[in-house]
């Protein structure tokens, strides 16, 4: 015991630290009662703009992997800390008996105050008090068997108990996040005017040989989702409610209740990442259904100087963008005929037609008119990513027919200006031919798809650009997500 923390010590608390996220784990499960969920909400927004900037467009969708392994680290050090803590302390103490029990509670209320105070969950925390007391104890006491390598012998015990422990715990774990609101519902049958509008978009989609294309209605599960959030919100219906306030004649409150007992609707919208690749993925359309903003703006009378509007969220987010752009949206509670799905805004989310998808606010709970423009939080890291989309045709399947003819097939968005027609150049752009289009769908925010078929004799690439319903042609000049969207012509060069 010449080193104040000795090997051994610090094997325990690497045990310690283990236990600890482990116990927190078995109790809430991945939710945001779990001790790594508040530490990764801090470090995901503490990390400055450019990484994050760099991170989604050059690591992509297993960037927050990153962020969620040094959240697991850093939850684990706390642990471990603790514990080096108490078998520091159960030292001093010098009682073969006493030391280590009392080292042990100390390292488990400072663990437990460590769950407690990220998670403010104080019944869940015991759960990782607990693991980190046994083990400190067990490190700090001194050994029994004076024939054998005592601590040794206690560190592979010690360590094969943990390890068990992390299976059970990861048993309840899964439990517990499987019932975590939301994801536990089961299918309902969608309501026959949903039913109606699905049959339509089935009626209306091109018939296309490859199956890289999804139809006009995404499928929930394969819908893209983009948020702040390792861990998303719990928000019950039965305690939702929304409040508009800031520069308004009169504040509004509304609850679940209220808002699904006004008017109805149900609107094919396209939702579009700004931070997704030019021939990205962040592109879907569902079926929402919810009621028309504007009723409950106009009961609140905003009277703000700069006819902006800031909307703010269960998870901190919070956007900025004209009001105008808000009167035309949809408060929505359903997707598909399925109750909003906890990843996508359980129990209300906001969909702004044609902006950007960062507009469209999940577990919104606040409006708040202003006076004066205020960055949101992707404006604040750099992102221009509140007003309209960019017009894009993404070249998503490239199928050999049997006949020998190639098959290229892709969804064109526009936004509210709508999609006109999709052109294809087998020539790098030297001439332009029609693509077959899909019947448009009702509504003013919703994609299409195109196909085009050819010989490809001679044909090294396709490229493929779309013309919105101003007739704009989509800018051929290319650049990068960040920070105002991708823009340039998706080209997929063709296999000889
Ligand atoms: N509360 C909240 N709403 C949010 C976000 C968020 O991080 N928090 N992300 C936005 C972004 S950037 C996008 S692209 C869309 C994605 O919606 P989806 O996950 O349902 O596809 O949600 C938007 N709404
Ligand atoms: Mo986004």
């Known amino acids: 015991m010449d080193k104040p923390v000795s090997r051994t010590d610090a094997l325990f608390a690497l045990l310690a630290g283990l236990a600890g996220v482990a116990g927190s784990f078995a109790a809430a499960g991945y939710t945001r009662q779990f001790v790594v969920a ?3 909400a801090l470090v995901v927004r503490l ?31 706390l642990f471990g800390g603790a514990a080096i803590v108490g078998i520091v302390a159960a030292r001093r103490v010098a009682k073969p008996t006493t030391g ?14 460590v769950a407690a105070g990220t998670t403010a969950e104080p019944v869940l925390a015991v759960a990782a008090g607990v693991p980190v007391a046994v083990l400190t104890g067990v490190g700090a006491a001194p050994g029994a068997d004076p024939g054998h390598d005592p601590s040794r012998r206690r560190a592979i015990t010690s360590t094969a108990s943990v390890l068990g422990f992390l299976g059970v715990a990861g048993i309840f774990g899964r439990r517990q996040s499987d019932s975590a609101v939301g994801s536990a519902s089961a299918d309902v049958v969608p309501s026959p005017a949903v039913q ?11 018939d296309i040989a490859g199956e890289d294309v999804p139809g006009l209605v995404s499928e929930i599960r394969n819908f893209y989702g983009v948020d702040i959030n390792e861990f998303d919100p719990e928000v019950p219906a039965d305690t ?8 308004v004649g009169e504040d509004v409150e509304v609850t679940y209740d209220e ?81 909003l799905p906890k990843s996508h805004g359980h129990p209300v989310r906001v969909l702004v037609p044609g ?42 399947d490239t199928t050999q027919l049997d006949d020998g003819r190639v098959e290229v097939a892709g969804h064109a968005y526009a936004g509210t200006r709508g999609i006109d027609r999709v052109e294809v150049s087998l020539d790098d752009g030297d001439t332009w031919l029609d693509a077959d289009l899909s019947e448009p769908l009702p509504g003013d925010d919703v994609w299409r798809q ?36 991708a823009t340039g012509w998706v080209t997929q060069p063709i296999d000889p």
């Not at 939702?240 to 520069?247: A, F, L, P």
């Not at 703006?297 to 800031?310: F, I, R, S, T, W």
């Not at 690439?461 to 105002?484: L, Y």
């Open 355 to 396: 902006h950007w998808g960062e507009t469209n606010v999940k577990w919104l709970t606040e409006i708040e008119l202003l006076d004066e423009e205020m960055d949101g939080y992707w404006e604040k890291r750099g992102w221009h990513g509140t007003g309209p989309v960019n017009t894009v045709a993404k070249l998503w």
């Open 259 to 339: 808002l699904t007992g006004m008017p109805i609707e149900h609107r094919f919208v396209t939702l579009r990442c700004v931070g997704e690749r030019l021939n990205g993925r962040k592109l879907d359309t569902a079926v929402w259904t919810g009621t028309p903003i504007k009723p409950l703006l106009d009961a609140a009378d905003p009277d703000g100087e700069c006819g902006c509007v800031m909307l703010r969220a269960e998870d901190g987010y919070f956007v900025q963008f004209p009001v105008e752009a808000l009167e035309d949206g949809l408060l929505a509670w359903r997707m598909n005929g399925q109750p």
């Open 240 to 247: 939702w409610s929304m409040s508009i306030t800031g520069e």
């Open 38 to 40: 508040p530490i990764d």
């Open 47 to 77: 990390t400055p703009g450019p990484i994050v900037a760099f991170m989604i467009e050059n690591v992509g969708d297993q960037g927050h992997l990153l962020h969620i392994a040094l959240s697991f680290g850093i939850a684990g050090a």
């Open 100 to 113: 280590p029990a009392l080292g042990g509670v100390l390292a488990g209320v400072l663990a437990w105050t």
């Open 196 to 206: 109606e509008r699905l049959r339509q978009a089935d009626g209306r989609e091109l």
């Open 450 to 485: 195109w196909r085009y078929v050819f010989d490809p004799d001679g044909v090294e690439a396709v490229t493929v650009r779309a013309v919105d319903g101003e007739g704009t042609v989509q800018t051929g000049e290319a650049a990068d997500p960040f920070p105002s969207g």
